[in-house]
């Protein structure tokens, strides 16, 4: 993707905005990483798994009919795993801290997800 220092600073952007963010993973719907803001090893396990959890978030909401994919919150004891649909090919993925503010990491990860999105959209 020729937009990969572009959705970096998509990344940076986020950090700077949300203090208890770790570090963020954009990937396709296949899972081969985009562009990372994690240590390499990190990032490519985090793009595999996002693109299974998107397969499984999409059927649990064809089979409830409750539309299209947005976003999977995960919440551990040591943190948060944010997922965001950031157009119809790439997903944005978000580790955050365990005294993240969720209502904050949910809209600028939203923010986020959506600029990525139009970095990531074909130039036509």
């Known amino acids: 993707m020729e937009s990969t220092h572009e ?3 998509e990344m940076r952007l986020l ?3 949300t203090p208890d963010v770790r570090g963020s993973v954009a990937c396709t719907v296949d899972g081969l990483q985009v562009a ?6 990190i990032g490519e396990q985090a793009a595999a798994l996002a693109a299974a959890l998107l397969a499984m978030s999409r059927r ?3 089979m409830a009919q409750h ?5 999977t919150l995960i ?3 040591a943190g948060f795993v944010a997922f965001y649909a950031a157009g119809p090919t790439v997903i944005l993925t978000v580790l955050a801290g365990p005294g ?3 209502g904050l990491l ?3 990860g939203r923010k986020t997800a959506a600029a990525v999105a139009a970095v990531a959209a074909p130039k036509q």
């Open 60 to 62: 649990m909401l064809i």
């Open 7 to 9: 959705v970096l600073e």
């Open 36 to 41: 990372c803001d994690l240590p390499d090893e």
């Open 15 to 17: 950090r700077e905005r």
């Open 67 to 71: 539309g299209a994919f947005e976003e």
């Open 100 to 102: 993240a503010n969720v």
């Open 75 to 77: 919440s551990g004891t």
């Open 106 to 108: 949910r809209l600028e």
